[in-house]
């Protein structure tokens, strides 16, 4: 099973897409909104789950995603062991325009990202989504279908 994790807000496309993956796909976590408030929820997982993906938001995005491979943490790089050409593959196969980034972000997703390849050894990702304003109205079926 997979955890899909998002930050919390009711117009926040990360919370909206993890809630509706977790529906049928595995198990939903919404972060705070804190770089505090990310580890200690992470931290916090007891369960085991076999991937973690999580979804943060980058306002730049139109109707693509962006995943990001490398996560900057303190001095060091974590980098994912998750098939992401495998991944973006079925992002594309489902209609999503998709990149792959290897140069860390240095904002509260990168910060929940490290604590999440550390949490699951290596087994997350983070996806960066438009905003709901800057996604069209199948985004969410899409992303849907790239995960069926």
Do not use: W
């Not at 198990?27 to 992470?42: A, E, P, R, W």
């Not at 973690?52 to 943490?73: C, H, P, S």
Request: glycine residues 8%.
């Amino acid at each position: 099973m997979n955890i899909f994790m998002g930050f919390k807000g009711k117009n926040n496309n990360s919370s909206i897409i993890a809630q509706a993956l977790a529906e049928n796909y595995g198990h939903c976590l919404l972060l705070t909104n804190s770089f505090c408030g990310v580890q200690k929820d992470i931290e916090e997982i007891a369960e085991v789950y076999q991937a973690a993906f999580l979804f943060g938001i980058d306002k730049t995005l139109r109707n693509g995603i962006r995943i990001e491979t490398i996560a900057q943490k303190n001095s060091g790089k974590c980098r994912t062991k998750i098939d992401f050409q495998k991944l973006s593959s079925r992002f594309k196969a489902a209609g999503i325009l998709c990149t792959i980034s290897s140069s860390p972000t240095f904002y509260l997703c990168n910060e929940a990202y490290g604590y999440a390849l550390q949490k699951f050894k290596g087994n997350a990702i983070l996806i960066h989504i438009p905003t709901i304003k800057n996604a069209d109205g199948n985004f969410v079926e899409n992303i849907k279908k790239a995960f069926a």
